[in-house]
Structure formats: structure tokens, C-alpha cells
């Protein structure tokens, strides 16, 4: 049985201790989409460090038609915050490759720019950047490798969405943000229209290891076997040297 209030605790204290041994006095630094990951995740930060040590980041690429969420969030929680906009450099980008870049490039090229925004934040902030993904999206790989997947720590990439809305619920978020229906912010769909399964059975599938429809289960199957890379380190060679006596 999932404990949210008590995991919501842990994961404070995990946070409090990562900036102990790895930035004591430093911010976290949030990019915040309006969605209930970047949500919880600030709003985790707040209770570990206080709302002071905490930076939002809103970085519409042009218009972004549920930016008032994301303005309801750091407002709710108190937080500083600023909003950079990346068109500028997401368009250069693209109108400075010497070829036609592929769908998944252009919808990649996004993700990169706004967490090389964040860690310019960060470095200009004394801050540590925060990763805000889940264990759901980490398991079929719904992320962009140096994009979304990057960051300093990631408080909840061992937690799935089911039990992300209850820690959620747990620190007093509003229920539009908890149960806002999660949109890509890249292409306008939702990301079970882009996955073809729901996180519910997703969900069930992980911690379980039970599911009805054996197609759904071949797809995720596939997705995480396809996508495990971008959990792991980078692969490295390692010579072998020998030491030079004397």
C-alpha cells in the first residue's frame, strides 16, 4: 500500500540532504511547465529548503496557451520566478542547420534549449538544477536525452503518476494542477494520445507486473527496452594502461 504523506517526507529529507552534501546553501532551481510533475517537484523543494531557496523558470517557446498555470504554481507557492522566453533561440537553431531536419529533431530541439536556460539560471543563481521526470515516462523512455531527462537531482523518478497525484494531493496542491491532463507542451498532444496506452495501465504494469491487453504490454515492452539507454551512463572506454614504475 503507497503511503503518500510518508514517502512525500522521505523525499523531503532526501532533497534537504543532497543540498547538505552537494550545494549546502544553494537554490533549487524548477523549470516549471504548469504540469503536475514540475509542480510536486517545487513544491517539494519548498518544503525542504523554504520558498526563498526555491527559482521557478517559465520558458514558453512563443505562446503558451496554459502558461497560467504555470503562473498559478509559483504564485501558490510563494516562489521567485522568471519567464524566459526561448523562440528566439529555438527558431535560430533551426534556421541555422544546414539540412532538413527530421520531426523528432525539431521536437527535440525544444527541451535541449530550456534546460541549457536553466542551467544558465542556475549558474548565475548559486543554484542546482532539479530534474522533473517520473518513473512512468523514464520507463517508456518520454523524454529528451540532455532535455527533460538532464538535471542535478531528481526527487520523483522512482515514483509513478498515480503516486506523483497523491504526493501531490499530499502537499496541498490545487487540484488543477494535480489532475491537470498532461500535454508535451511539443507537439499539442497528450502524451497518452503519443504513447497509445494510459499511465494508469502503465502504472499498474510496473509496480504489478500485470496487464490486460498483451499488444499494450509488447509496446511497453519495446519502449523500455528501446529507451533503458537513457537511464544509463554515458558508455565510456577505459584503457588498459599500464603504470609507469618509478
Known amino acids: 500500500m503507497f503511503d503518500a504523506v510518508k514517502t512525500k517526507n522521505e523525499c523531503v529529507e532526501w532533497i534537504r540532504d543532497f543540498f547538505d552534501k552537494n550545494g549546502k546553501g544553494c537554490n533549487a532551481i524548477v523549470g516549471i511547465s504548469g504540469g503536475k510533475d514540475s509542480s510536486i517537484v517545487a513544491a517539494l523543494c519548498v518544503e525542504a529548503l523554504g520558498a526563498d531557496r526555491v527559482i ?7 505562446e503558451q ?3 497560467d498555470m504555470a503562473k498559478l504554481l509559483v ?8 519567464i524566459i522566453n526561448v523562440k528566439a533561440a529555438v527558431d535560430g537553431i533551426k534556421a541555422s542547420l544546414p539540412f532538413e531536419p527530421s520531426v ?3 521536437t527535440n530541439i525544444p527541451p535541449r534549449v530550456r534546460m541549457a536556460t536553466l542551467y544558465a539560471v542556475a549558474q548565475s543563481h548559486n543554484g542546482r538544477v532539479a530534474n522533473t521526470c517520473n ?4 520507463w517508456v523512455g518520454y523524454s529528451t536525452r540532455y532535455g527533460d531527462a538532464a538535471g ?3 526527487p520523483c523518478s522512482h515514483l509513478t503518476v498515480q503516486e506523483m497525484k497523491q504526493i501531490g494531493r499530499s502537499l496541498g496542491l490545487p487540484d488543477v494542477l494535480v489532475d491537470k491532463v498532461p500535454i508535451d507542451g511539443l507537439c499539442g498532444k497528450t502524451d497518452e494520445d503519443n504513447l497509445g496506452f494510459t499511465y494508469a495501465e502503465l502504472d499498474k504494469y510496473i509496480r504489478t507486473g500485470r496487464i490486460e491487453n498483451q499488444e499494450t504490454k509488447e509496446r511497453i515492452d519495446r519502449l523500455h527496452r528501446l529507451n533503458k539507454f537513457k537511464l544509463e551512463l554515458m ?5 588498459d ?3 609507469i614504475e618509478g
Open 56 to 62: 521557478g523558470v517559465l520558458m514558453p517557446n512563443g
Open 65 to 67: 496557451a496554459d502558461i
Open 75 to 82: 504564485s501558490h507557492l510563494g516562489i521567485k520566478h522568471y
Open 104 to 106: 523528432q529533431t525539431l
Open 135 to 138: 518513473l512512468s515516462e523514464d
Open 152 to 154: 542535478d537531482f531528481s
Open 235 to 239: 558508455p565510456s572506454f577505459n584503457p
Open 241 to 243: 594502461i599500464e603504470e
